[in-house]
């Protein structure tokens, strides 16, 4: 009569470049100084895009606004593994994915300005506006995996999400199609520790959030998600088995914010200054400076340099972002349908005439 | 006795209600994301999980459904859930669970189980948030029929309704206005009322005009009927309240004396509450109605972006021209 153990998984850490700069040579990814440039580059316009939006927001010129500083490696580590002509789904806090995806700084500053504009994608991109509903951004990208795969179309998707999400029924049902269709996905979890204030701990007993996928039946990855050599080499591999068409992996970066969930959030209530300053020292920018150094391409005047061009790039995208801001009252009807149905229509004639009588009122008034 | 009084916000009123019967009623359980340690993103639920721990005030995972289907599960059992959904745009996750099984409980198992469970969360635009946060949505769950469905306009009435619908036997789900959460201030006991479900007020008595609303939009509707008094129009103004079971009556009644009605509410104009209040007004006050009966809504869109939140809301001035236009009749 068997009683036996059927199913053993295991979940691998991965680790290339430690928080004093020491490499692991065996595991180091192949980067050409210019790659490495380029990547830096990426990280050092987030954080200098993430400053300008949060100082926006205090001055009322954005609206809530959710900060990314700290997850830089994160993200510029696995979109930089991506082809132009692989597709991102992003969640609300992936400034850092866009802009390695190459989308323009004005449009980034238009998507937290309010604007209706804001959710235009480029023609020439397939990636698609942040998500706010939790995980609900994962099934969509299993899914255009999945019609990649039936149109034979070599395009990989990647999905980007929190540790919270893991929580949600759209991230089990979801990373379950994948499994079962073999898609041509890769789920990217930045578990920074804490959705919103509930500590990682209440969302799930598991010890990983990699160890999930086991379940699923493929592939999951925990990484210091601060490591942008880490991060980049698991997304390389798990990119390359996905064009293969040798299924999905889950890829969890171990990371942190910095900052607050959101412009209306106070960590200080759920988060310790000791625990803060702990991650300072795990500062995924830093880190790679200390990379940089050794390869001969990082100090002190490439700093200066590289920070003078991202700030005079983040201005004048605001500039132009802010110039481009007109507010057409009809634009909230236009796009509800290919074509706007009567019905609409009129609500639209209605909301043109109300404002003009509002106008004539005001007049009357001053006159 | 004197009535003890303090000034509170809606959402400290909230808070009062839910401290009040949590201490009273031991079978009370709240439920939902930070609304333990932090206290709800709003504050609604601050202090509760130090005064009465975390089996009874709950951090759960980052789940909607699960909240709900948890919460019926405990409320079938005994306990009196109150889940908090975040923002309402994350309500939509929760349909089935409220639709298939909160809503039909007591009638599936003739009455043997039921669901006594108030889902709190906010509604509405005005505060310029991210998309998905300033729902309208009172109209979806009055169509899910075994739902109550409760909107508070201010801290008095937040307390009293509240308090009402924890101790219904029934699924209430208890929207409150994002926009009024610490705008007013007002007089409110400090010990236990309860404000019956089912019953609209009438704020003001008026002869010309019924002018109905509930939730955030009473503030507009408020600032309007003060307008039309400066143009010699008497208007009746009545908080509905409740959403369903509404108070036709009252309403009926309004209209039968004043033989005009407006309503006003934020969230989109077809199949609405609004919709269902005119045919029940032709139904009941076809011959004495002086004018066709008026709504001032939301748009049928989705609701739009920060920038553009208040073209799509009622203001005074809309409700002003529809007051002229059914005064003109």
């Given amino acids: ?367 | 006795m004197v009535n003890k009084m303090a000034k509170m916000t809606l959402i400290q009123a909230i808070n009062n209600a839910l401290h009040l019967e949590m201490e009273k009623d031991e079978k009370v359980v709240v439920m939902g994301e930070d609304v333990g340690h932090e206290g709800g993103v709003f504050r609604a639920t601050v202090g509760l999980q130090e005064k009465f721990g975390k089996e009874r005030v709950i951090d759960t995972p980052l789940a909607e459904s699960g909240i709900i289907g948890t919460a019926i599960g405990m409320a079938v059992s005994g306990l009196k859930p109150v889940p908090e959904i975040q923002f309402s745009g994350f309500l939509y996750y929760c349909f089935n669970q409220l639709v298939s099984h909160a809503a039909r409980i007591r009638m599936r198992t003739r009455g043997r189980y039921s669901v006594p469970m108030v889902v709190r969360s906010p509604y509405g635009a005005g505060i310029r948030a991210l998309e998905h946060h300033s729902e309208s949505t009172e109209a979806l769950f009055v169509h899910m029929a075994g739902l109550k469905v409760v909107i508070p306009s201010g801290p008095y009435n937040a307390k009293g309704l509240l308090l009402s619908a924890i101790r219904d036997p029934d699924p209430v789900m208890f929207l409150e206005p994002m926009r009024l959460y610490r705008s007013v201030k007002e007089d409110v006991p400090e010990e236990d009322y309860a404000i019956p479900l089912g019953q609209a007020k009438v704020e003001r008595e008026g002869s010309d005009l019924a002018l109905i609303s509930w939730g955030s939009m009473m503030k507009e509707t408020r600032e309007a009927a003060d307008e039309a008094k400066e143009k010699d129009v008497s208007v009746e103004v009545i908080d509905l309240q409740t959403l369903w079971p509404f108070d036709e009556k009252t309403v009926i009644k309004s209209i039968e004396k004043t033989g005009r009605a407006i309503v006003v509410h934020e969230s989109p104009r077809t199949c609405s509450i609004g919709s269902e209040l005119a045919a029940r007004a032709m139904d009941h006050n076809f011959l004495n109605l002086k004018a066709p009966v008026t709504r001032v809504t939301g748009f049928d869109i989705p609701v739009p972006l920060a920038r553009y939140e208040d073209f799509n809301m009622p203001d005074v001035f809309r409700i002003m021209k529809a007051i002229d236009k059914v005064m003109s009749f």
Avoid at chain 1, 4 to 23: H, P, R, W
Avoid at chain 1, 96 to 115: E, I
Avoid at chain 1, 284 to 312: C, H, M, T
């Fill in chain 1, 1 to 367: 009569m068997p009683r036996k153990k059927i199913y053993e998984g295991s979940v691998e850490y991965l680790q290339i470049l430690d928080e004093k700069g020491n490499v692991d040579k065996e595991l180091e990814p192949q980067l050409s100084n210019e790659d490495l440039d380029k990547m830096y580059r990426f990280m050092i316009t987030t954080r200098t895009f993430d400053r300008k939006v949060l100082s926006l927001q205090r001055q009322g010129r954005a609206f809530t606004y959710a900060p990314v500083e700290g997850k830089e490696a994160s993200q510029t580590g696995t979109a930089y593994a991506l082809k132009k002509t692989d597709r991102v789904f992003p969640s609300y806090r992936d400034h850092g994915v866009y802009l390695t995806r190459g989308l323009s700084l004005k449009q980034m500053f238009l998507m937290w300005m309010g604007t209706e504009e804001g959710g235009r994608m480029p023609e020439d991109s397939g990636d698609f506006p942040f998500a706010i509903p939790i995980a609900s951004q994962i099934p969509h990208a299993v899914g255009a995996a999945w019609a990649a795969k039936i149109q034979k179309q070599d395009k990989v998707c990647a999905v980007y999400f929190g540790d919270g999400a893991t929580s949600e029924g759209d991230f089990h049902e979801g990373i379950n199609f994948a499994g079962v269709n073999k898609a041509p996905v890769v789920l990217v979890c930045q578990n920074n520790k804490y959705a919103i204030s509930v500590p990682r701990a209440l969302q799930t007993a598991a010890e990983t959030i990699a160890q999930k996928a086991l379940a699923y039946g493929f592939e999951g990855i925990q990484v210091d998600g601060n490591d942008v050599l880490a991060v980049y080499s698991a997304m390389k591999s798990a990119v390359e088995k996905a064009r293969k068409g040798e299924g999905p992996t889950l890829i969890e970066c171990l990371t942190y914010r910095f900052g607050p969930h959101t412009t209306s959030d106070d960590p200080s209530k759920y988060r310790s200054k000791e625990e803060e300053e702990e991650w300072r020292k795990k500062d995924p920018v830093v880190r790679f400076q200390l990379y940089l150094r050794s390869k001969g391409i990082w100090n002190e005047e490439y700093e200066k340099k590289v920070n003078e061009e991202a700030k005079q790039k983040v201005e004048k995208a605001l500039e132009e972002a802010e110039s481009s801001i007109k507010i057409d009252p009809t634009d909230i009807f236009k796009y509800v349908y290919a074509e706007m149905p009567e019905p609409l229509r009129e609500e639209m004639e209605y909301l043109k005439r109300i404002g003009e009588e509002k106008k004539e009122a005001h007049g009357e008034q001053n006159g």
